[in-house]
């Protein structure tokens, strides 16, 4: 369950203009307003959790669990970040509390798995220069993506490889980018769901969008 503490730490947003609003009507026992923001949240509440979970069963007890949580907590909550943030910092902190449990049945194996790469690199060392004047530049930069036809852009195929490299990524990175580039957080939000500092949401989101592009640029190659 999150704490007032955990409230305070890293908010760097005002609340939204509604939230006293709907606090009250909460509070008061408003069952529209509640069925209201179930209908608004809990699409991404269900991806949020999938992060962490393993089936979509387990995601909506997830999401049944968190809602249960805000409504326990709402007298405790003084407003220091927006609703919605408090709400999916508790989707957070539930899924993480389910998949610790879920793991007791995984393979043996992936309890090893690496669950983070901050200090590896974003792009392969070898794309850059390595001596002379020109040591760190690109020696095979990005390449423009202008003259790709747009059906093969939006395809269903190019879906899916989008979402096999994201579901590939180390679980911080995958946390950042589906936050910020799938559900279309800001970086405040973020950083305030995830319990994460400014600069080390910018160096996840970039090591994750830069992995993401590679896995297009190796597929778009390929059909060239």
């Known amino acids: 369950m999150t704490t007032n503490k955990q409230e305070d730490a890293h908010a760097t947003t005002e609340p939204a203009p509604n939230d006293a609003a709907i606090l009250v009507a909460l509070r008061a026992g ?31 007890e997830v999401v049944q669990d968190a809602w249960l949580g805000l409504l326990q907590a709402l007298d405790r909550f003084e407003g ?21 449990k879920d793991a ?10 690496p669950d983070d790469d901050q200090g590896g690199a974003s792009v392969p060392p070898e794309r850059f220069q ?19 036809p747009e059906r093969s852009l939006l395809s269903s195929e190019t879906r899916r490889i989008v979402e ?6 180390p679980a911080n990175q995958r946390e950042v980018i589906t936050l ?13 769901a995830l319990g994460l500092s400014e600069t080390n949401q910018r160096v996840l989101l970039h ?11 190796q597929y778009f190659d390929g059909q060239r």
Request: charged share 25%.
């Open 30 to 60: 408003d069952e529209a307003t509640f069925t209201d923001l179930v209908a608004m949240y809990s699409g991404a509440m269900l991806r949020v959790a999938r992060m962490y979970v393993h089936n979509a069963a387990s995601a909506e």
């Open 80 to 100: 220091r970040s927006s609703l919605k943030t408090y709400l999916f910092r508790i989707v957070v902190n539930c899924a993480k509390t389910r998949a610790r």
């Open 104 to 113: 007791r049945t995984i393979p043996f194996s992936a309890a090893f798995e």
């Open 130 to 148: 390595r001596d002379g004047a020109a040591a760190g530049s690109w020696s095979t930069p990005p390449k423009s993506w202008a003259e790709t």
């Open 164 to 169: 096999d490299a994201v579901d590939s990524l």
């Open 180 to 192: 910020r580039d799938i559900e279309g957080w800001d970086a405040a939000d973020v950083c305030n």
């Open 207 to 217: 090591r994750a969008r830069a992995k993401v592009r590679l896995a297009l640029e």
